[in-house]
């Protein structure tokens, strides 16, 4: 039996139509449709946003939000001039524009400003409060100088300013940072505090001169009370009950010296013979 070969054009047929067979195979593919109504979500939303930068836009140059007043609290040390001035704040400024950080962090760079809040008041006025540093105490170095609760130095102290307040001598002007500052700083805050027998204004001064060792001289009659540095709680205490009983006693003028280190829950009051 012969078998008969096909002849090439039918064999070079048959491998054309397989390539055609192949390249015909459906690809898979998925769709994935868009919801009708979270289009319009993503329109609304597009829309919203352009309103308002637009209104924003409008706002920010505005006559209507153009700064009329500024309107201050708390101003007592400085002056409201002063304040404008470091606020850095025109008529011809949009209310809704201040950066409102900035302006209370000018403002704060002044020595006497402890904080600052600005906020606004719509449609056109500013206001800031502003809190200052208490000066508690005057500290005699190669000037003399406001300090603060903290131990800060607020300013220098002004020729024209009458004031009156304990001042802390002894300090060395390399050292103002001196720990001996603070405990000074203790005691005037224990005196400021209540109706006390030994009150803050009956404290002429505390000399800080000798280490670990604070000599507090009474305003009204000069006597010096000799503290250390430690417990100076229970020291004070005690520096009220001597004070009391030279007052009762009638001895207080002839009273040279308390020494509250004399030891645990005594003191020692030197007497003019």
């Not at 719509?122 to 000037?143: F, W």
């Not at 002004?158 to 802390?168: A, G, R």
């Amino acid at each position: 039996m012969k078998i008969r070969r096909p002849s090439s054009e039918f064999r070079s047929s048959i491998f054309n139509s397989g390539l055609r067979t192949k390249s015909a195979k459906p690809v898979f593919s998925v769709s994935w449709p868009i919801h009708p109504k979270i289009l319009v979500a993503i329109a609304l939303m597009c829309l919203s946003l352009t309103g308002f930068f637009v209104c924003r836009h409008w706002a920010c140059r505005s006559e209507l939000f153009r700064v009329s007043q500024v309107l201050m609290k708390g101003c007592n040390h400085l002056t409201e001039e002063e304040v404008l001035q470091l606020s850095d704040v025109t008529a011809q400024d949009n209310l809704l524009s201040l950066d409102l950080k900035s302006i209370a962090t000018s403002i704060e760079a002044h020595p006497w400003v402890h904080t600052v809040e600005v906020k606004r008041k719509l449609p056109d006025h500013l206001m800031i409060t502003i809190k200052e540093h208490t000066p508690v105490a005057l500290l005699n170095s190669d000037k003399m100088y406001l300090l603060d609760e903290q131990g800060k130095i607020i300013d220098e102290l002004s020729t024209k300013e009458p004031i009156s307040l304990p001042i802390i001598t002894g300090i060395d002007p390399k050292n103002i940072k001196n720990h001996q500052i603070q405990k000074a700083l203790e005691l005037i805050s224990m005196a400021s505090k209540g109706a006390r027998t030994l009150g803050v204004n009956n404290i002429s001064q505390i000399d800080i001169a000798k280490r670990d060792t604070l000599i507090l001289i009474t305003d009204d009659s000069g006597i010096p009370f000799h503290f250390d540095t430690e417990n100076l709680s229970a020291q004070f205490s005690k520096a009220e009950k001597v004070l009391y009983q030279l007052y009762r006693s009638g001895i207080y003028k002839k009273a040279t010296k308390v020494e509250l280190d004399y030891g645990p829950g005594q003191a020692l009051a030197s007497l003019k013979h």
